[in-house]
C-alpha cells in the first residue's frame, strides 16, 4: 500500500464560494459582498448572494461528501457569519447553529472536520476601520479564533487560521482584482501580510496555551506555492532569479513560521534595494518585527500546502522606476510549452511538480508533517460531465504524493482536493468549475451532480481504503 493507513482524503469548500445566504439571519457583510456588489469587479458582475446556497442545502454537500467516500472536509467559516460586525460583542446564534450542524453531521457520519478560519471574507465593519493595513486587527481576530476554538474546539481538531495570506495580501491590496481592491503598490501588501502573520501568530498561541493541552488538536496555515525552477538551470541569474522568487512567495510566510521568525533577507535586501534605487522616502517598506510582537517562529503544528501549478524563472526586466511588488520581486515567469493549460489560464498541468515542492519544503522546513490543503484543476466554457482530462490530472496528481512519500520520504498525512463541487470562483464567478461536483447554477434546486473526476477521486480513495492502490502510470517517464 502506497498511503498510510490513516491518511487523510478531503475535499475543500470556502464559506463565501458556497453558502450564499449574504443576508439571512443576522450575518454581517463581509468585503467580498461588498466588493462583488461594485460594478466591473466580477466576471459579469456576478456575485456569491446565493452560490450553491449549502446555507439551506448543507444536506446536499453531505450526500456529496457520502459518494466521494472522503475521511475528511474541509471547510471555512464566515466570520461575520458568526460575529456580524467582526467582534464578539455580538454573536450570531444561527450562525453558531449552522456551524454546529455542519460538524456534528460529519463527525456522525465519520468526516472530520478541517476548518479555516479566515478564507478571503473579512467582516466589512473590520474593513471599514482600516482591516488587514491595520495593526489592531491582530487582536480582533485572535478574539474571532478564541470564540471559535472555545466552541467548535471541543469537535474540530484541525485548523488553519488563514487561507493564503499571499492572495489576500497581494490580489487584494496590491493588484486590486480581489477584495477589498487595494491596488497601494508596493506597500499596503506588505503591511496586510505582516499582520496576518501577527494574526495567526496570536491565534496559534492562544490555542497553544489555553485549548490544547484539553482539545488536542493541530493549528496552521495554509499557504499556496507553485513549484518554480530556473529557466535554465545552469544559468546563474536564472538560479539567483528562482531563489528570489520563492522568497516572495512561499518564503515570505513560511519562513518566518518555520525557520527565523523573520523574513527571508533575499526579500527584505530585493525591497530595499529598490527603496534606495528610486529614492523612496518612507520608512522601510517591509515591516519589522519588534519585541512587542508574538513570536511567530514555531507557530505551525503542520505544514499546509495549497498547490495547483508550476513556473519557470528568469529575471525580470528591471526596468520599472515605481515602487511595486513586481519591480521589488524582479523576476519573469515562463511556461514550458510541454505543460498543456486546459482549465484556468494560470493553471499549467505539472503533476510532478508538487512532488518536487514537496521534496523541497522537507529539505527547506525541516521535514514537517505536511497536508495538501488544495489541489484541483478547473473546467472553462463548454460543460463536460465526462472530464477525462481532469480525472487523469487527479490520478496524476496523488500519484506524485505517493511517490513523494514513498521515494522522497516526505511526511505527508493528507490531500484535500479543490473543490467538493463547483462554486464561485472569486474574480472569475461562476465561468470557472473547480468541482468533483457539477452544480446547476440554472437550476433553483441548484443541483449537484458528480463529474467523471469525482468518480475517479472516489475510486482512488476507496481502492487506498482497500489497501489496493495497485495503478500503474501509463504517462512516459517524465525529466522530473
Ligand atoms: C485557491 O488559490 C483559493 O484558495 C481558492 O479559494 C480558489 O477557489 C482556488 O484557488 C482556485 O482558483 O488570475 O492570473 O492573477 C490558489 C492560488 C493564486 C491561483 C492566484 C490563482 C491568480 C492568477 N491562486 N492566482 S491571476
Known sequence: NMFPRDFAWGAGTAAYQIEGGSQADLKGPSIWDTFCHEKGRVFEDQNGDVACNSYELWDKDLECIHQLGLTHYRLSFSWARLLPDGTTRHVNQKGVKYYNKVIDDLLSSNVSPMVTLYHFDLPQALQDQGGWKSPIIAVLFDSYAKFCFQTFGDRVKLWITINEPYVCAKLGNEDGIHAPGIQEKGT??????????????????????????????????????????????????????????????????AWPVF??????EIMRCAIEAQSIKVNYSGASRLPRFTSDDPVILGTADFFALNYYTSRKVKPGQGVERNICMKSDRNVEEVLDPSWPICGVSWLAVMPCGLRKLLKYIKETFNNP????????????????????????YYKETILEVSKAIQEDGVDVRGYFAWSLMDNFEWADGFSVRFGLFHVDFSDPKLRRTMYRSGKEY?????????GAFLWQSKRKKEKC
Do not use: C
Not at 188 to 202: E, W
Open 188 to 253: 499596503a501588501a506588505y503591511l496586510v501580510g505582516h499582520n496576518m502573520l501577527r494574526a495567526h501568530a496570536m491565534a496559534w498561541h492562544s490555542y497553544d496555551s489555553v485549548y490544547r493541552r484539553e482539545q488536542k488538536g493541530e493549528v496552521s496555515l495554509a499557504v499556496n506555492s507553485d513549484w518554480l525552477e530556473p529557466l535554465r538551470h545552469d544559468h546563474e541569474e536564472d538560479i539567483a532569479a528562482t531563489e528570489r522568487n520563492r522568497a516572495f512567495t512561499l518564503g515570505w510566510f
Open 259 to 264: 525557520v527565523t521568525g523573520d523574513y527571508p
Open 369 to 392: 508533517v505536511v497536508y495538501v490543503t488544495e489541489n484541483g484543476f478547473s473546467q472553462v466554457g463548454m460543460l463536460q460531465m465526462e472530464d477525462i482530462q481532469r480525472a487523469g
Open 458 to 466: 472516489s475510486n482512488i480513495i476507496a481502492d487506498t481504503n482497500n
